[in-house]
């Protein structure tokens, strides 16, 4: 009778546990029919809700089974795939296993919650060697881009004849003016090949000009990217010989 009623109370306490072993000692054949009988449907009741885990112990991949399980600061005798039963609230899982630190995790069971799989992974810390050594920080590439020299050279011939293109016109338009004063409209022959020859040298010059200021432009749209160089503007240098000594002086404008 004592077993019948204590596991009654335990029950309304959700220590599902110990209600069990009460009503597994009413169930016995000793004890009255009915309440034997009653102790019996409440044990097959109360067992179904008895809920339960399994910890689950893993290190650098590898199922390991000598680790140390308690359970609210209690030992866990084995970890070969048995389900441990609790009762239902909140309960800590504390694995320790070496040379790791210690596992650690707060569970909040209810009644029914069986099989349970509580993950306790471990994995060993990377050696720093040289490759995973922080490595330092990197200066910023600066980009520049610089114009070629033959921009300059052909912006130079551009220059160069546009100029004497200029001066051929001037000399072409000048005897033109001076011819139509002295012999317009029948010149000497000789005048008009010179004329001619003026006027012809003029415009290949505004061609060559033009040709130039073309390549010109297109060497300086698409000169490329390239890093920044340190430069030395100022190199001074001494060497000393058997005889004597010598020193050098190098300026870079550019």
Known sequence: MGAHLKGQELRQSSKLLESREQFRQCAQP????AIARDCVEWLGQYERRIPSISVRVTADGSGRTDARVSLDGAPVASLLGKAIELNPGEHVVRVELAPF??????LLINEGDQFRVVEATFATAPKLGLAAQ???????????????????????????????????ALSSLSLRHDMEKACSPACNPDSDAVLRQRATVADISWGVSAASLIATVTLYALRPEVPVQSERPLDVGLNVLPGGAFGSVSFSAF
């Open 30 to 33: 000793g004890c009255p029919t």
């Open 101 to 106: 630190a210690p596992f650690e995790q707060t």
């Open 134 to 168: 922080p490595s330092q920080r990197e200066t910023p590439v600066v980009m520049e881009r610089p114009v070629p020299t033959m921009a300059y050279v052909f912006g130079a011939v551009t220059l160069a004849a546009a100029a004497n293109g200029a001066g051929w």
